[in-house]
């Protein structure tokens, strides 16, 4: 039966055939029935990467398979959560390696993504930390991958954005870590071109975010807020926390019964929520001891937080240029949204450290890398290709794991092999593959 399904922007929004198969013997069935269909994990990639008129949701296939506590590896169904993974590892002294900016992301999705987080400066994307993964073909046929077997289609995968095969179980990489709380480091900064000095001077911070006011002009363009941290060790924690230094715990989640009204949307409204998120850094700079939950994952505790953008969706536009232009390309950038008067709730800028060669399409390359959320409105599309005309000239790309409405020039380097693993997404950037 047809449903109407969207992604966490919700734009675009389509009619889809979505089956949620409980066993891989269901999955090889149904891909061998169908001309063509997309695996889906959670839904939070933004854009159209994992809708098509057919969807395979791989939600059932969310279980824990093994952990080896002493060589710090898991193994789980690539329908799991990142979030279901930290409810499981955290407490036993273990974190991931790299996460994006939501734990309400699946295995399978983090990798066809190829994900990366905070560090990534340091420490690169998820295809880091994965040992192997076993895959489905268009043919039916389950393959296991690692970086000695079927090599190349275990690295074509990461980037790929489900192209490639579906995936169905993988076995990764995890930090160890002595406390489940980060000491952080907030710092308040004048505007772009000194948040770019600041970033460059904190390299040595494991992570690295900044947030940034798009609306100001002149010299308090791209004002904002350095966030830096490290994990914290035992001794750091406070008397009563020593006793439980390694809490998950369940956090208690907002839900927003409604999509907000345009006017809530207005330049004004968005001017406002940026004044008060950058005046409420009172001090230039602030120290404190977090939970991983709160410095990772912010946004989580807003079930629903894409209902700030009304019920015509958003799209968050997500751009990487080359560290030798990229500080220009980020200032051409900022002037261009602040002149559209286009503000975003969500803004940020980090650092990008060299890319995994051997993982073609992934996105994180060495260079500048700012995701902006854009409501969608008519002035939307022009903003896009004005967008995309700056990345374009500077060498940059857009992240596909983001992306509903850019243009094919600057999404990079495109899985392209013919086979039945076709996306909306593909579909709109590679016209010529059927």
Known sequence: MKE???NWGNYPVLSAEMTEPPFESDIVEFVKSKQSAIARGMGRSYGDASLHHTIISTKK??????????????KCQAGISLEKILAFIVPKGFFLYVTPGTKYV??????????HGKNHHLEGSFSNYVLEFRMIDSDGVVHRCSKNRNEQLFWDTFGAMGRTGIILDAT?????IQTSYIFQEKIKVRNLREMVEMLEKSKEFTYNVAWLDM????????RGVLIRGEHARKNQLHQRARSKPLIWGKTGNVNIPFHFPDFLLSRLAVNMFNSFVYLKQIREKTTSLVHLDTFFYPLDRISNWNSFYGKNGFIQYHLVCP?????????KVAELVSSFGYGSFLTVLKILGKSQEKAKYSFAQEGYTMAMDVKMSKQTPELVSQLDEIIYEFGG???????????????????????KFMSHQAERLLLHVR
């Not at 100001?216 to 791209?222: E, T, V």
């Open 106 to 115: 699946s295995i399978g999705g983090a990798i066809a993504a190829d994900v």
């Open 215 to 222: 609306l100001k002009k002149g010299n308090s363009l791209g």
């Open 397 to 419: 790309k857009v992240y596909l794991a983001k992306d509903a409405m850019s243009s094919k020039k600057v999404a990079g380097e495109l899985y392209q092999k013919k086979n």
């Open 4 to 6: 109407f399904v969207s």
């Open 323 to 331: 560290m030798e232009t990229g500080d220009t390309c980020i200032k």
């Open 172 to 176: 990764i990489r995890l930090r160890r």
């Open 61 to 74: 296939l969310n279980a824990i398979l093994d952990f080896n506590e002493e060589e710090g590896l898991i």
